[in-house]
């Protein structure tokens, strides 16, 4: 497969504003870091993304403004997800004429889909266009599942080259492996599991909390992986994993992550209601657990002005790291 995608994905956060106006300023500063910290791929508008709370005009926004700040360095994997597949085929279509490398397609929500009505679902945007596509079999969220027979059958449609698997049975690696003959390759999406999945065989991560450790991410792929040190692939996995934990554990995975970010210092505003900020005893959870693994910057009162999709408006960091409009700003 040539210039097939491995490594690290961030499942890329939609920066906000403290009025919840999604801040593409700020997301081409993430885009920047992130890739000059070794991430090799980017997915906007996935589960941490918040893709089901942007209008159609910020979901468009959001991919011009991440391919912009990519600029080709990386393969920027655009979600295109929906609650029907007619929704599904044109967001599809939007992401290819915009230049994305390909797709992060998980299964219509709500509806139940039966597994035959997955397939021909995935048939129908398959065939709409043309440009790589990575399943993102995640029941948990969606309520159904991609099972390793249906991504069988899906494995013989031209662009399915890719799965992220989130169910947390890492035994599906191996076995969506076994029956594809490799065509499908195979993305770690549970952050607790990632050192199990790729010495299973999975080629990368897709996570969330990229976002937030970028470098400590792509430093434990390359052990197991390219460098084949298992010892200090262990030794920094067991050193993540309370912070793994906590963020995958306790049902608030995009508010955590947007709240390490500011901990770490690269702040991306709140999520979007009805998800809220954490509470004061969560942030003081994360920051201790943040603080075990690198030294935190100081909590600081800086001003900023933000590029939104409504024009600008100002901000500064409150103490906690959280965005604060200033008063008198319009």
């Known amino acids: 497969m040539t210039n097939a995608w491995q490594g690290v994905m961030a499942a890329l956060v939609t920066p906000m504003t403290a009025a919840e106006e999604v801040d593409l300023d700020r997301l081409e500063e993430i885009v920047d870091y992130l890739i000059a910290e070794g991430v090799q791929g980017l997915s906007p508008l996935g ?141 770690c999406g ?53 912070v793994l934990s906590m963020m995958e554990g306790e049902g608030k995975y995009t508010q955590f992550v947007k709240a390490g970010c500011s901990l770490v210092g690269h702040p991306v505003g709140p999520p979007r209601r009805p998800l809220l900020w954490p509470t004061p005893q969560e942030m003081s959870r994360l920051q201790k657990e943040l603080s075990a693994l690198r030294t935190l910057p100081a909590p600081a009162v800086s001003t900023c002005r933000n590029k939104t999709l409504r024009g600008e408006s100002a901000c500064r960091l409150s103490p906690s790291g959280e965005q604060e409009e200033e008063k008198g700003v319009r």
Request: glycine share 8%.
């Open 190 to 242: 549970c952050d607790t599991l990632a050192l199990e999945s790729v010495r299973l065989g999975a080629v990368g991560w897709v996570g969330g909390v990229v976002n937030v450790l970028p470098k400590e991410h792509v430093q434990l792929l390359n052990l197991a992986s390219r460098q084949g040190d298992l010892t200090m692939a262990h030794e920094l996995h067991h050193r993540l994993s309370p």
């Open 47 to 187: 589960s941490t993304g918040e893709y089901y709370a942007l209008t159609d005009v910020e979901r468009k926004a959001v991919v011009q403004a991440t391919l912009e700040a990519a600029a080709g360095r990386v393969p920027v994997v655009v979600g295109a997800n929906a609650g029907s597949t007619r929704e599904v085929v044109a967001y599809a279509r939007q992401a290819e004429t915009l230049g994305a490398g390909g797709l992060l397609l998980a299964a219509p929500y709500y509806s139940l889909p039966t597994q035959e009505e997955l397939f021909e679902h995935f048939r129908m945007v398959n065939d709409a266009i043309g440009i790589p596509i990575m399943l993102y079999n995640y029941p948990a969220r969606t309520g159904v599942d991609l099972t390793p027979e249906l991504i069988e059958r899906l494995a013989d449609l031209e662009n399915i080259r890719y799965v992220k698997e989130s169910t947390g049975d890492v035994k599906r690696i191996g076995e969506i492996i076994r029956r594809t003959d490799g065509r499908i390759r195979v993305f």
